[in-house]
């Protein structure tokens, strides 16, 4: 039996003039047609989840911030599944209230307390009696899935806080240690909404303007952060932020506004555009701040 290896000189060459015109015939594939193949996957990917939508623990890193598909303060890389964006895990800071840490010497945890489910978070609950005041205004929470083409998600629940318009959090903070307000949680309707009533939060000294949100299953298994399925943060545009604090009692929160951006906060100096919510309104009517978010259910 003869092997290639010993037909000669002149085979061996006009194998390798094959298999060169076999190569550039897929490379002309590959920057062609499949270019075009490629431009719009990525075309469907950035419209999947529209203004407000949605990764892990990653993100893609920006050095402006707003044009990255997403933030997060612990590691790079936005995972994009079927055309829509996860939302970036973030940390849930030292004041979750949702029983992964204590205060005051006892574990804090307002999604045990009677109540907790509510759409207006605005007062205390469980005996406590204290009224967090502000600008009003409504937190819209959209959560989809991108696992099946950015579909909304009913019947999971939202677990959102933040601080009040001193930039204290309840149940951990100086003065309102004996507060649970502005904690709340929503199960989300056949729209995959949940819908939260409640004050434009103030701006303390090294963040920008922020409110943290916890993703579960279901109401009945939001009640310990061991359940939860993603942990994040929305954030707002610059013009809502200066109007809101311009108005009294909103203590320092101008000052501390005007001396961070999005671009320099430690959460979403690294991307934020899946975490900028879509905010409408005024301060003499009130806020509406929507945000789709999306999760690999």
């Known amino acids: 039996m003869q092997h290639d290896h010993d037909l000669g000189l002149a085979h061996d060459l006009s194998r390798l003039q094959q298999q060169a015109l076999e190569r550039r ?3 002309r594939w590959l920057f062609g047609a499949g270019a075009g193949a490629i431009a719009g996957a990525g075309a469907m990917a950035l ?3 529209g203004g407000g939508g949605s990764s892990d623990s990653s993100s893609a890193s920006s050095s402006s911030g707003s044009s990255s598909s997403g933030g997060s303060s612990s590691s790079g890389g936005t995972t994009t599944t079927t055309g829509c964006s996860v939302i970036p895990s973030e940390t849930e800071g030292p004041y979750p209230g949702d029983g992964s840490n204590t205060a005051n010497g006892s574990v804090a945890n307002v999604l045990a307390l009677s109540g907790v489910v509510r759409s207006d978070i605005r007062s205390s609950i469980a005996g406590a009696s ?8 409504q937190v819209i929470i959209e959560l989809v899935n991108t696992n099946a083409s950015c579909a909304d998600l009913s019947g999971y629940a939202i677990y959102l806080w933040h601080c009040d318009a001193l930039g204290r959090y309840s149940m951990y ?3 309102v240690t004996g507060e649970n307000y502005l904690r709340g949680v929503q199960a989300t309707g056949t729209d995959g909404t949940a819908t939260f009533q409640t004050i434009y939060p103030g701006c303390y000294s090294g963040r920008v303007p922020h409110i943290h949100f916890e993703v579960y299953r279901s109401t009945t298994t939001a009640t310990n952060w061991n359940n939860k399925l993603r942990t994040s943060q929305l954030c707002f545009p610059s013009d809502s932020n200066a109007a809101v ?3 009294s009692g909103y203590g320092n929160s101008a000052a501390n506004n005007n001396a961070i951006s999005l671009a320099t906060d430690g959460i979403f100096s690294d991307g934020y555009s899946t975490q900028l919510a879509t905010v409408t309104g005024s301060v003499s009517a009130g806020y509406v701040a929507r945000l789709k978010v999306g999760i690999a259910a």
């Open 130 to 137: 204290g009224v967090a005041a502000g600008v009003p205004l």
């Open 245 to 247: 604090y311009a108005t």
């Open 173 to 175: 903070s100086s003065g």
């Open 47 to 49: 419209v999947g989840c």
């Open 25 to 27: 015939t897929a490379l």
